[in-house]
């Protein structure tokens, strides 16, 4: 069946240095997804990216799709520690359903 | 954005109850819900789609009677655990979606223990 892999599991980094975190899938995407959960909470969504190659940012976040619409990474500039969670892509084939990564933890020393 | 409530958010039951767990969507209309499983540190792991008046499909390996889905209207969707046991112990969320498009909003999620 559809896999979405996202790596890194975890990431811990210092205030200040950036972060990505990158998915795959094993299809190719109508659309993929990206989705912050805080510890504790429940998954809320960030952005939608539909286009082939498409790049969206919002404010020190950016998201770009891949040429493929197999691939999708998330850039975070300067990170803060209001940035900490779990990151999950989700991708979309069209079917309906949501295939979620597993997540890349996010951890910010102040 | 669209809001999803999501009803209890904690639940402690015995070995052998029935839990029901309910999904409204607020302010839109939700032609399809979602019902996920997550256990700590993992992903959200699909348990089935349903859809408003019709059956739930539910995905590999999950047991619709034990699972039970009902989604009579387009704000409303429950997932009933039945005869729960501890190994049905986790965290339960649901999303809606609007006929249409294609993003899921969540709600806060159930956090069910069975003792």
């Known amino acids: 069946g559809q896999q979405v892999m996202q790596i890194p599991q975890y990431q811990h980094v210092q205030e200040g240095e950036d972060f990505t975190t990158y998915c795959n899938s094993s299809?190719?995407?109508?659309?993929i997804q990206w989705y912050k959960q805080r510890p504790g909470g429940h998954p809320v969504f960030l952005i939608q990216l539909v286009k082939s190659g498409e790049v969206k940012k919002q404010k020190r976040l950016t998201f770009q799709f891949g040429e493929a619409k197999k691939n999708s990474s998330l850039h975070i500039t300067a990170t803060q520690t209001t940035d900490v969670g779990t990151y999950f892509c989700a991708g979309d084939n069209q079917g309906g359903k949501l295939i979620f990564g597993q997540g890349t933890e996010l951890s910010v020393k102040p | 954005g669209a809001v999803v409530s999501q009803h209890p958010s904690w639940v402690i039951c015995k070995s052998g109850t029935s839990v029901k767990i309910e999904c409204r969507s607020l302010d839109f209309q939700a032609t399809t819900m979602f019902w996920y499983r997550q256990f700590p540190k993992q992903s959200l792991m699909l348990m089935a789609t349903?859809?408003?008046?019709?059956?739930?499909?539910?995905e590999q390996g999950v047991e619709k009677d034990k699972f039970l889905i009902n989604h009579a209207s387009l704000t409303l969707s429950t997932l009933t655990v039945t005869s729960a046991h501890p190994e049905d112990s986790s965290f339960y969320i649901c999303?809606?979606?609007?006929?249409?498009?294609?993003?899921?909003?969540f709600g806060a999620g159930t956090r069910l223990s069975v003792l």
């Open positions: 299809t190719t995407l109508s659309n």
């Open positions: 349903s859809n408003e008046g019709s059956k739930a499909t539910y």
């Open positions: 999303s809606a979606r609007e006929q249409g498009r294609h993003i899921q909003y």
